[in-house]
């Protein structure tokens, strides 16, 4: 009789959680047909199978870039019912937050059909400044020196005390400010525009930018932003305020866009980059079917190498911090045009946790100056760039006089886990945590699908099954 073989590679074991009752359940990653998936199943709900990754030699290298984990200050939850159960953060998580949200607000001035906190103008919860200032100091407790804290929401930048708010977070050792906005206000009020410039340096507009295109904006974001977005971003040339553009992709609607959006992003003198998020399902989110609408990293990936006209597949690698979920590549703008640098690095140096440093010599023509910014030569008459601090998915560069944060350009994949794509293994490594008011530290996945609003009343019911640790 002849043997039969499984149609498919069982390459990994991990755990993750079923799609339908958020128990954890084991799960096989498998390599088929060229593509990765995470085969699961759930006693209550059956078998799953959700595609990962559609590059099964990128997979393989996002298991290159590990590193050894930066752990916060401190702790903030213990271990007593297993990831994902005791956000956090605990003992068991392992990154520190490259960045944190504060929410200030549930409420909007957009009811976007897609919003993982599931904000509308209906919603009236605002935080006081000193629930506020508790949250920062709970990030400052955690991480010192926090590297990025982002104001958000809801949209942030109606919230009454909303100045007060920046001023607030400025007093805190935090090395890079960003205010997460849909644009609205930008927009229409150019003195509001012009009181935020005065937060400059180390502050960032985190900046929704969709699409080009009325169908997809109304898909989204329930109304046509186009002339909304221009107007905003003619405010932030003005006054030369950084700002990254921030997409969420839905696969079919707006993902033919994303070459367009990083060219546009380049001929903007406030752009320093485009991030790509592709939808979590997780919070508000109509007419989208996860079966058919989801992007994973890879395709994401692909897309950028395939549209942009600028970077190549070496040029878009993982995030050490996070390899599973983030990918970055970065470029220098100059004189009109960008030169892709991330292609050019070793990746032990980037594994090394830039140790090593980056020589910029000043006397050298474009060409070789880029590639003599890569080399490991050393000089005391040089101006350096900190490897760490220009390869990683912060914003903060130090840079030589004449090429300064206006002339870094980078584009980042950031891919949030949800109850399709969700592994253990990788949610302990998020990096991108949210603020709870009552002190704790949660990874944004998890956030969203466990410690949001009321949802933690489901979370009791998962922990009482697993009996906690005696």
């Known amino acids: 009789m002849p043997i039969k073989n499984r149609s498919y590679v069982f390459y990994e074991l991990t755990n993750s959680i079923c799609s339908q009752c958020l128990r954890k359940v084991e799960a096989k990653v498998i390599i088929e047909d060229e593509n990765v998936y995470l085969l699961k199943y759930c006693g209550h709900h059956g078998r799953e199978k959700v595609l990962i990754s559609d590059d099964v030699d990128y997979y393989k290298r996002c298991r290159e870039f ?35 949200l504060i929410e200030v607000t549930d409420k909007c001035n957009l009811q976007c059909p897609i919003c993982y906190a599931e904000s509308s103008p209906k919603r009236e919860t605002w935080r006081s400044l000193e629930q506020i200032e508790a949250m920062l100091d709970a990030v400052v407790c955690n991480e010192e020196e926090p590297d990025i804290v982002q104001i958000s929401g809801g949209e942030p930048t109606i919230h009454p005390q909303f100045f007060e708010i920046l001023d607030l977070a400025k007093t805190k050792p935090i090395k890079h400010l960003m205010v997460n906005t849909n644009g609205l206000r930008i927009a229409r009020d150019r003195e509001f525009v012009r009181k935020l410039a005065a937060y400059m340096p180390g502050f960032e507009l985190y900046l929704q930018f969709d699409s080009f295109e009325e169908e997809a904006l109304r898909e989204l974001r329930g109304a046509d932003l186009r002339e909304v977005r221009q107007r905003a971003i003619e405010h932030l040339n003005e006054f030369n305020i950084s700002t990254t553009l921030v997409v969420t992709l839905k696969k079919g609607l707006n993902d033919r866009e994303v070459g ?16 790509f998020q592709p939808i979590q399902a997780a919070g508000r989110t109509e007419s ?42 970065y470029a220098l703008k100059l004189g009109g045009g960008a030169i892709p640098l991330t292609g050019l690095i070793d990746p032990q140096i980037l594994l090394d946790g830039g140790r090593n440093t980056i020589v910029f010599e000043q006397d050298q023509t474009l060409k070789e100056q880029v590639f003599e910014l890569f080399s490991t030569a050393h000089s005391p008459s040089s101006s350096a760039l900190s490897l760490k601090n220009l390869l990683c998915c912060l914003p903060s560069v130090a840079v030589p006089e004449h090429i300064g944060y206006d002339n870094v350009f980078r584009v980042l994949i950031m891919q949030f886990l949800d109850p399709y794509n969700f592994d253990v293994r990788s ?44």
């Open 427 to 470: 949610v302990k490594k998020s990096c991108v945590h949210i603020a709870h008011p009552d002190g704790r530290i949660i990874p944004f996945d998890t956030y969203n699908l466990f410690y949001r609003d009321g949802r933690e009343e489901i979370l009791e019911g998962l922990r009482a099954e697993t009996g906690g640790l005696r």
């Open 288 to 329: 989208f079917d996860p079966a058919t609408d989801r992007l994973t990293l890879s395709e994401v990936r692909r897309l950028i190498i395939e549209q942009s006209g600028l970077f190549q597949p070496e040029d878009i690698i993982p995030v050490p911090c996070h390899p599973d979920c983030l990918a970055m590549g």
């Open 260 to 275: 367009d959006i990083i060219r546009y992003g380049l001929q903007q003198p406030s752009v320093r980059g485009v991030t």
């Open 66 to 100: 590990l590193k050894p984990a930066e752990m916060p200050q401190r702790w903030n939850t213990p271990i007593r019912y297993g990831c994902p159960y005791d956000c956090g953060l605990c003992p068991d998580h392992e990154q520190h937050s490259c960045l944190t």
